[in-house]
Every structure is written in C-alpha cells, then in structure tokens.
C-alpha cells in the first residue's frame, strides 16, 4: 500500500519487536519508557523543524511533558510520533492516529523510504541506525564489544 513490498519483513520483525508479546496483532499506544527529556526533545525539534504546527493546529499543541508524551515513541513500530506525523496526508493529525497498526505500518514504510532517498540509509542496518539515533547505535555497539 505504501509502494515499497519489499520492506515488508523489515516491517513484521519491527512490529514484533515494538508490540507486546511480540506480536503485532495488539494496538499499542505511547510506550512508557520514554525519558521526559527525549519526550521534549522530539516536541520541540519537531516544532522547530516545521513537522508539528501547534499554531495552528491544536492537535499539535504540548505545554506539559504530560502533552509531550503524547509526541514521543507509540504504535506497533516504535515512532516518535513528533517526527512521523508529517508522512500522512493532512496537516492537523493528532499523535494517537499512529497507534493504529495499519498507519503506523504505512508511515513507517514511508519513513524508511526517506530515508534511503535522502540519507543514503537503504539497508535495514543503515535505517536502524538512523531510526534508533546516531548516539545510540554507538553506544551499544560499543557495549557489545
């Protein structure tokens, strides 16, 4: 449906990972393991990049970190909603659309297709790395060593 079949393994193991029981046929909301700091941080670099418009759009809209949460990691594969929402058609779309696996599969598949276009990110373990964070991705290779 997003135009990319091929992704659709990649697709299955992340939604296995990022879902509950490891399967991807429960909803899931916003994960609670996200740090209050990387909750704002996906707002407010979300905002400043133009991707949430809490202007005029009051779905976008955070003023505690308790609204922020609603911007941070969610769905069946695990994306900070602050950053994904500006893959789906309409401007003013609330952060809990995401938790549908449906969308959430179609808007990590044009996601990742991004990021093969614009960052040169085309095998699984170039996007992981983009997907989990530079930092990140160093950090526990550099713990498996």
């Not at 990387?38 to 400043?48: D, G, L, M, N």
């Not at 614009?118 to 530079?134: I, K, L, N, P």
């Amino acid at each position: 449906m997003a135009g990319w079949p091929e992704f659709a393994p990649e697709l299955l193991s992340i939604c296995k990972r990022e879902s509950p029981g490891n399967t991807c046929e429960r909803t899931v909301g916003a994960h609670g393991n996200d740090a209050h700091e990387a909750t704002r941080r996906f707002y407010e670099k979300a905002v400043a990049r133009g991707w949430l418009d809490p202007t005029e759009c009051p779905e976008h809209r955070a003023e505690t970190h308790e609204d922020m949460k609603r911007f941070g990691v969610r769905g069946s594969h695990g994306l900070a909603a602050g950053y994904s929402l500006r893959f789906l058609i309409g401007p003013c779309v609330a952060p809990e659309v995401l938790d549908t696996p449906l969308i959430s599969a179609f808007v990590a598949t044009r996601r990742a297709m991004e990021m093969c276009e614009r960052r040169g990110a085309c095998t699984r373990e170039e996007r992981h790395v983009h997907w989990v964070g530079a930092r990140t991705a160093a950090r526990r290779a550099a713990s498996r060593v």
